[in-house]
């Protein structure tokens, strides 16, 4: 157990719709991160926040958003959702520094039909 | 741009027999930051070895190394006396100082018994 929290596990939704995926960091983590993997395929960094405020930013669509609340946890919004928005969605969260290791949640499987 | 490869879809190694992952990366900073994860079958990502560019020695944990050739920008990862729960997807990662990270599509491992 990595103390990384994501809910839901499982997320079954139609294109169109929009849903919040839940990140609560480890104890102590100031840092969080959202990675989306597609079926078969390596992580591509969605956005970084650090102690509530955007720090990175990388490969994330203007229909996702995400912030990082007062008490550290973190949510991803997904809007005008498409087929190809189907993937597992990983949340991670470390301390500071550039060499601190993330700590990945178990990720959120979504599911657009 | 920045980029990670990592070439080798899927490796097989004998249980006890020692393998290495190749990950080359391009970039034109000077410091930065590298790391292997493991991705088990249960989807958690595992922090295996991690490195600093600036730093000549090569990373060890355990029966994990790395060699680390910056001019080349190579990051190859060695696992010795391969065991069964060795096997996994290997994602090699690289962090700039923009903290956008950057992974590599992977590696699947197999241990052959």
């Known amino acids: 157990d990595s103390g990384v929290t994501q809910t839901p596990k499982h997320l079954i939704t139609a294109t169109g719709q929009r849903v919040t995926l839940r990140c609560s960091p480890r104890?102590?983590?100031?840092?969080v991160y959202w990675y989306q993997q597609s079926l078969d395929q390596g992580l591509q960094f969605l956005i970084q926040?650090?102690?509530?405020?955007?720090?990175a930013k990388g490969n994330i669509l203007e229909r996702f958003s995400a912030q990082q609340f007062p008490d550290l946890h973190s949510e991803l919004n997904l809007s005008s959702l498409e087929l190809g928005d189907s993937a597992l969605y990983f949340c991670?969260?470390?301390?500071?520094?550039?060499?601190?290791?993330?700590?990945f949640g178990p990720g959120t499987r979504l599911t657009v039909t | 741009a920045q980029t990670v490869t990592q070439s080798q879809p899927e490796m097989s190694v004998q249980e006890a027999e020692t393998v290495t992952l190749s990950c080359t990366y391009d970039?034109?900073?000077?410091?930065?930051?590298l790391f292997w994860y493991k991705q088990p079958p249960s989807r958690q990502m595992i922090l295996v070895i991690r490195?600093?560019?600036?730093?000549?020695q090569n990373a060890t944990e355990n029966r994990f190394s790395v060699n680390f050739q910056k001019a080349a920008k190579s990051f190859s990862l060695k696992i010795s006396d391969s065991q069964l729960g060795d096997a996994a997807m290997y994602f090699c990662?690289?962090?700039?100082?923009?903290?956008?990270?950057?992974f590599g599509t992977g590696t699947r491992l197999k241990v052959l018994a």
């Open positions: 991670a969260s470390s301390g500071t520094g550039l060499l601190s290791e993330q700590y």
């Open positions: 104890s102590g983590d100031l840092s």
């Open positions: 926040y650090y102690n509530g405020e955007e720090r």
């Open positions: 970039t034109s900073e000077s410091d930065y930051y």
């Open positions: 490195q600093e560019a600036y730093k000549q």
């Open positions: 990662a690289f962090i700039p100082g923009t903290y956008k990270y950057i």
